[in-house]
C-alpha cells in the first residue's frame, strides 16, 4: 500500500515565521494530495489540497507545492499565529482511481508568541 | 449542512463488551470511512464503503471488528468483544464520490476507552 512519510513531527515556530512540513509517497499513481489541520480534541479539518496536474497552490497564508518527480509534496505556512498551532497531517491518495487516503504520522506546530 | 455527524462523542466500556459507534454522513456523499486514530498509530483506516457496499476491508485488525453502512444515511462500526487495546478516537468521514477536490469530511470522533 501507500506510505506516506511526513518530517517534521514537530516544529517550533516564532509567530510571524514561516512554517514548512514534507511529505513523500511512495506511490507513483497517487494524484490527489490534501492536507487536514486538527486542533486539540478536534477533528481532522481540511485546509488545502492539490492534485498532481498542478505544481503550487496557495490560499492566503497556506501553499503546497508537489514535485511528482521526486513524489515529495510540502505545506508552507507564512506570518504564522498562535492559531497555526496544531497538529497537521499530510496524505495521499492511494491509486489515481481509488478513493483512499493514506496519512502521515503529523507534525505537531506550535507558534510561539 | 450539519456534516458528518457521530455518535457517541465518549464512550467508556469494560472489557469484554460489546461497543457500537455510529455515523451519518453528509447527505448525498458516496463514500464513507472509518478511521482509527491513537498517538502510536496516527489514523489508520479500518474500512470504507461506496454506495453502502463495503470495498475494502483490510485495515479491520481483527474478526472483534465489524462494519454496516444499512442504507446511504447510517453506518455502525462495532467492537465485540471489546479489548483495553481497542481505546482511541475513531473517526468517521465521508465524501462525494465525483468531487474529490473536497477531500474528505471529518466527523466530531468518538473516544472509546475500555477499561
Known amino acids: 500500500g501507500e506510505n506516506v512519510e511526513q518530517h517534521p513531527s514537530t516544529l517550533s515556530v516564532q509567530e510571524g515565521d514561516s512554517a514548512v512540513i514534507k511529505c513523500t509517497y511512495s506511490?507513483?499513481?497517487?494524484?490527489?494530495f490534501p492536507w487536514y489541520k486538527q486542533e486539540l480534541g478536534k477533528r481532522p479539518q481540511l485546509i488545502i489540497d492539490i492534485r498532481s496536474n498542478v505544481g503550487e497552490k496557495k490560499d492566503q497564508r497556506i501553499a503546497v507545492t508537489l514535485n511528482k518527480t521526486a513524489k515529495h509534496f510540502s505545506l508552507h505556512i507564512t506570518e504564522t499565529q498562535p492559531e497555526d498551532s496544531a497538529v497537521y497531517f499530510c496524505?495521499?491518495?492511494?491509486?489515481?482511481?481509488?478513493?483512499?487516503?493514506?496519512f502521515g504520522a503529523g507534525t505537531t506546530v506550535t507558534v510561539r508568541a | 449542512d450539519a456534516g458528518v455527524i457521530q455518535s457517541p462523542r465518549h464512550e467508556v466500556t469494560e472489557m469484554g463488551q460489546e461497543v457500537t459507534l455510529r455515523c451519518k454522513p453528509i447527505s448525498g456523499h458516496d463514500y464513507l470511512f472509518w478511521y482509527r486514530q491513537t498517538m502510536m498509530r496516527g489514523l489508520e483506516l479500518l474500512i470504507y464503503?461506496?454506495?453502502?457496499?463495503?470495498?475494502?476491508d483490510s485495515g479491520m485488525p481483527e474478526d472483534r471488528f465489524s462494519a454496516k453502512m444499512p442504507n446511504a444515511s447510517f453506518s455502525t462500526l462495532k467492537i465485540q468483544p471489546s479489548e483495553p487495546r481497542d481505546s482511541a478516537v475513531y473517526f468517521c468521514?465521508?465524501?462525494?464520490?465525483?468531487?474529490?477536490?473536497?477531500?474528505?469530511?471529518f466527523g466530531s470522533g468518538t473516544r472509546l476507552t475500555v477499561v
Open positions: 496524505a495521499a491518495s492511494l491509486r489515481s482511481n481509488d478513493y483512499k487516503l493514506s
Open positions: 506511490d507513483s499513481a497517487s494524484n490527489y
Open positions: 464503503f461506496n454506495n453502502n457496499v463495503p470495498i475494502d
Open positions: 468521514a465521508s465524501r462525494q464520490g465525483q468531487r474529490f477536490q473536497y477531500g474528505y469530511t
